[in-house]
C-alpha cells in the first residue's frame, strides 16, 4: 500500500511520524504544495528545506518516501486532480485509489480525493479531543515565541531548522507588518505592469547615477525584475565589482532569478535576496561600497511608519556603508512648502461625474476598478481618490471644478491620478512625504554627507503631458517632483 500524503510540509512532527508508523504503507508520497513559494507568511520555508527535513525524517523513521514539488495554483476545486498528475509526470505513474491511501487532516481537501475514490486517513482531524497541533500550529508557536513547538517538531525539522537558521527565518517573515501572506507590499499591485515600467525606465535611472557608483559592492535594494544590474553588469569599470539585488516582493524576485538563470548576467558575482529591508539589517556593517535605491523610499514611508521608518533605513544604510561609500536615492519628492494651502482647478469635462464616489472599489476586480477610475472626470478622480487614499487629503470644493487644498496633497494627487490600472496600490502610497530640504537634513542627522550633484528636479514629460493639460494651479508655477540625493559616508567614520 502507498500512502499519498499531500502539504506543504513547512514543519513535521513526531504526531506525524508515530502516525505515518502505525498506517504501515511501502512507500510515502509527499507532494509538497506551493513548492515555488518561500519567503511568504503563508509559505515561508524554501522548498528545498523542507525537501531536506522530509529525507531525514524517512531515514530517521525507517519510511520509503518519494518527495514531489507541486507548484502553486490559484483555488480550484480541481486540486486533487492537479497533484496527481504532478505526481504522474514526476514519477511516470499515477497512484491509484485501490492501492493508495490519502493522507489528510484538511476536510476540504480530502473530500476532493474522496470524490476520485481514495480512502482517507484523517491523521490529526481523527484524533479525540484534543486533537494534536497540526504543523501549522507547531510553526505559529514557533514564530510567536513558544519554545514548546520544539518539543512537537520532529527531531528531522530541528536539525534542519536549526542548521539553516529557518526558525529566525520564520518568525520575521510570519511576523512581518509589511509583507502579505503571498509575498509583496499589497494584493492589489499588478507586478506584470510594475515589471514592465521598470524595464522601460532603467536605461534613464542608469544613466542619471551611473557616474557616481563606487566599484565594490555594489547593491540595489528594491531592484524589481534586475533591469538596472543589468546594466550596470555591462560596465567595463563594474566587471569586478559585486552585483547585489534585493526585492521583497516575491513575484519580482522570482524574475530576477529566472534572468540569471537564461543568462541574463556576464558576471559571475551576481546575487539576490528577497528580503524585507524593514525587518532588520541585510548585510553587515561596513560591507556595502554602493546602495542604489530607484522609487524605493517613497514605499518605505508609505507602508512603514512614515519619517521614523525612512530614518532606520538611513540608518541601517549607513551602518553597512564603507567609509568613503555611497548611497544614491533616486525617489519622488514633495514640493518645498507643501502646507501651504493652494486653489487647483480640474477639468470636469472629460469624464463622468456621478454624485458621490463610490465606497466599494476594494471589493472589485482590478480591471472592474481600473475601468470605473479611467471613465472618471479629473475632478471626479479627486473625490474618489480621497476616498482611496490611504493618507490624509483634505480640500475644499469650489465652484467650476476648483478645489483649495495643500500643495503636498495636490502633488499626490496629480502624480498619481492616471494609474488607474494600479489604483488601489497606488492610494497605499504618498509620495510627498519630504522635501528635498527633509531629505537633507535627515540624511546630515544621520551621519551622511550629501554631494553637490545632489539635486530636486521637475519631471516636466508628466507635468507636460499629464498635469497641465487636465489641472491648473492658480498663481504658481508647477513644484518639483523627483530628487537624486547622492549621500557619502565620511572617510574617517
Request: aromatic share 10%; glycine share 8%; with cysteine.
Amino acid at each position: 500500500m502507498e500512502i499519498l500524503f499531500p502539504g506543504r510540509h513547512h514543519v513535521l512532527t513526531r504526531f506525524q511520524a508515530r502516525y505515518l508508523r502505525d498506517l504501515g504503507g511501502d512507500t510515502i508520497i509527499w507532494p509538497v504544495t506551493s513548492a515555488n513559494h518561500q519567503n511568504t507568511k503563508r509559505n515561508p520555508v524554501p522548498f528545498d528545506r523542507r525537501e531536506a527535513a522530509i529525507e531525514r525524517f524517512s531515514i530517521a523513521e525507517g519510511l520509503r518516501s518519494l518527495v514531489i514539488p507541486v507548484f502553486d495554483t490559484a483555488p480550484t476545486d480541481r486540486f486533487a486532480e492537479v497533484t496527481l498528475k504532478t505526481v504522474e509526470a514526476a514519477t511516470g505513474r499515477r497512484p491509484d485509489p485501490a492501492g493508495c491511501v490519502v493522507a489528510c487532516s484538511t476536510p476540504e481537501v480530502a473530500a476532493m480525493y474522496a470524490e476520485l475514490g481514495f480512502r482517507i486517513a484523517p491523521v490529526e482531524a481523527g484524533e479525540p479531543d484534543p486533537q494534536p497541533e497540526r504543523p501549522w500550529d507547531v510553526l505559529l508557536m514557533l514564530a510567536d515565541g513558544d519554545e514548546r513547538w520544539r518539543d512537537l517538531a520532529h527531531p528531522a525539522t530541528l536539525d534542519v531548522f536549526d542548521r539553516y537558521g529557518l526558525d529566525t527565518l520564520v518568525s520575521t517573515v510570519v511576523n512581518d507588518p509589511v509583507v502579505g501572506d503571498e509575498g509583496g507590499l499589497t494584493t492589489t499591485r499588478d507586478y506584470r505592469v510594475y515589471a514592465e515600467a521598470f524595464e522601460e525606465s532603467a536605461a534613464r535611472k542608469w544613466t542619471a547615477v551611473r557616474d557616481h557608483v563606487r566599484p565594490g559592492r555594489i547593491v540595489d535594494i528594491g531592484c524589481g525584475a534586475g533591469a538596472v544590474l543589468a546594466l550596470a553588469d555591462g560596465e567595463p569599470a563594474l566587471r569586478e565589482s559585486d552585483l547585489i539585488g534585493v526585492e521583497v516582493a516575491r513575484h519580482l524576485y522570482e524574475e530576477c532569478v529566472h534572468r540569471k538563470a537564461q543568462g541574463g548576467f556576464r558576471n559571475p558575482n551576481v546575487y539576490f535576496y528577497c528580503r524585507n529591508v524593514l525587518g532588520g539589517a541585510v548585510f553587515p556593517a561596513r560591507s556595502i561600497d554602493t546602495t542604489l535605491t530607484f522609487a524605493l523610499t517613497h514605499e518605505i514611508w508609505s507602508y512603514g511608519s512614515g519619517r521614523a521608518s525612512i530614518r532606520r533605513f538611513a540608518e541601517a544604510i549607513f551602518e553597512h556603508t564603507v567609509p568613503g561609500g555611497v548611497w544614491i536615492n533616486s525617489d519622488v519628492c514633495g514640493p518645498d512648502d507643501p502646507g501651504r494651502t493652494v486653489r487647483l482647478t480640474l477639468r470636469t469635462d472629460d469624464g463622468l461625474n456621478p454624485a458621490e464616489p463610490r465606497k466599494d472599489l476594494e471589493e472589485l476586480q482590478r480591471d472592474a476598478v481600473s475601468a470605473y477610475v479611467s471613465g472618471l472626470s479629473t475632478r471626479a478622480r479627486l473625490d474618489q481618490f480621497a476616498v482611496d487614499f490611504k493618507f490624509p487629503l483634505p480640500y475644499t470644493a469650489l465652484d467650476g471644478g476648483a478645489v483649495d487644498m495643500p500643495l503636498g496633497a495636490a502633488m499626490d494627487y496629480l502624480t498619481r491620478k492616471d494609474y488607474a490600472d494600479n489604483w488601489l496600490s497606488e492610494a497605499h502610497e504618498q509620495f510627498c512625504g519630504l522635501s528635498y530640504a527633509d531629505w537633507v537634513a535627515l540624511l546630515t542627522d544621520v551621519g551622511f554627507e550629501v554631494a553637490p550633484a545632489s539635486h530636486a528636479w521637475r519631471n516636466d514629460w508628466i507635468v507636460d503631458n499629464r498635469i497641465a493639460p487636465v489641472a491648473s494651479l492658480d498663481g504658481l508655477d508647477w513644484p518639483v517632483t523627483h530628487a537624486l540625493l547622492v549621500a557619502r559616508r565620511p572617510v574617517n567614520t
